[in-house]
Nanobody, 124 residues
């Protein structure tokens, strides 16, 4: 199995920035497509961003395009989510996930491993 541990969440004012990190165990990190998802209060889990195995391709939810950036460092077994211009509606628990698929995907059902989540709260 693969263990994923998120960090970097916290409380930030609207317009501020946060950088989330997800550290993965094992030696096969570069074999996984990685994604970030979030679950806001009273809502279902939704896709945020995903990145290909090499890091050459990324995709984002429309709600975060231009504000969030996903990246990865395979040498460090870590994926990042840089969040800028944060809005109160970004408040959610953010989850890191890994998929055995080859292509970048956005469906939660196609991700095989999940972290415990980290809380992001944006005040107005």
């Amino acid at each position: 199995q693969v263990q994923l541990v998120e960090s970097g969440g916290g409380l930030v004012q609207a317009g501020g920035s946060l950088r989330l990190s997800c550290a993965a165990s094992g030696r096969t990190f570069s074999s996984y497509v990685m994604g970030w998802f979030r679950r806001a209060p009273g809502k279902e889990r939704e896709f945020v961003a995903a990145i290909s195995r090499s890091g050459s391709s990324t995709t984002y939810a429309d709600s975060v395009k231009g504000r969030f950036t996903i990246s990865r460092d395979n040498a460090k077994n870590t994926v990042y989510l840089q969040m800028n211009s944060l809005k109160p509606e970004d408040t959610a628990v953010y989850y890191c996930a890994a998929s055995n698929t080859i292509v970048v995907i956005t469906r939660t059902q196609r991700y095989d491993y999940w972290g415990q989540g980290t809380q992001v709260t944006v005040s107005s």
